[in-house]
């Protein structure tokens, strides 16, 4: 008997993985809108709220009306004792600039060798140790702050999340 079912799971498995590995997901802050179903939500914490997470519903029409949607960039400055952050910017430049401005800004240490790290529709979390620095973006806070961590982590102990921020896309009609 066990066996016939684990042969029936495992026959239901293979025929269904194509179907949900095709899916792409993607973030979708205003909920799902025509064509799209909700498939998950995005870990919320550090008072960022849960953002929903949709996929297409396998309609014919449902890529009729997808909307338009705008990138929004964030960036993350450190470097000779400074640092700057910005979220929900229209391009990557204005991004960069203003992080940028923000770690130069800070007189401690050399601004001269302030680096920026980009990211867009993404989150991004940076996490400090004793000697280093790390930044890591994902699709979620949560996955984040824990991709930082484990980097951190691996080279130092005493690790610390410094600075999480979100820049989704967001819909423009």
């Known amino acids: ?20 590995a095709d ?5 979708c802050p205003s909920g799902p809108g025509p064509g799209e179903i ?3 939500t995005t870990g919320g ?12 519903n396998g309609e014919e029409n449902s890529a009729e009306d997808p909307g338009v949607w ?13 640092f700057g952050a910005v979220t929900d910017m229209r391009s990557e430049k204005q991004a960069k ?7 130069k800004g800070n ?3 050399d601004p001269s060798k302030c680096k920026a790290f980009t990211y867009y529709n993404q989150c991004v979390a940076s996490t400090v140790g004793p000697t280093r620095h790390f930044i890591q973006s994902a699709v979620d806070l949560q996955t984040a702050e824990s991709l930082a961590m484990q980097s951190c982590q691996a080279v130092s102990d005493g690790c610390s999340v410094y600075y999480n921020g979100c820049s989704y896309a967001q819909r423009v009609n």
């Open 38 to 40: 909700q498939v998950g």
């Open 1 to 20: 008997m066990w066996f016939r079912f684990s042969f029936f799971a495992l026959v239901a498995a293979i025929y269904f993985w194509p179907m949900t």
């Open 107 to 109: 007189k401690a240490g």
């Open 45 to 56: 914490s550090g008072g960022v709220a849960v953002i929903p997470i949709c996929a297409s």
């Open 23 to 27: 899916a792409q997901t993607f973030v």
């Open 70 to 82: 705008e990138k929004r960039w964030g960036a993350v400055a450190t470097g000779g004792g400074g």
């Open 97 to 103: 600039k203003l992080a940028l401005a923000q770690c």
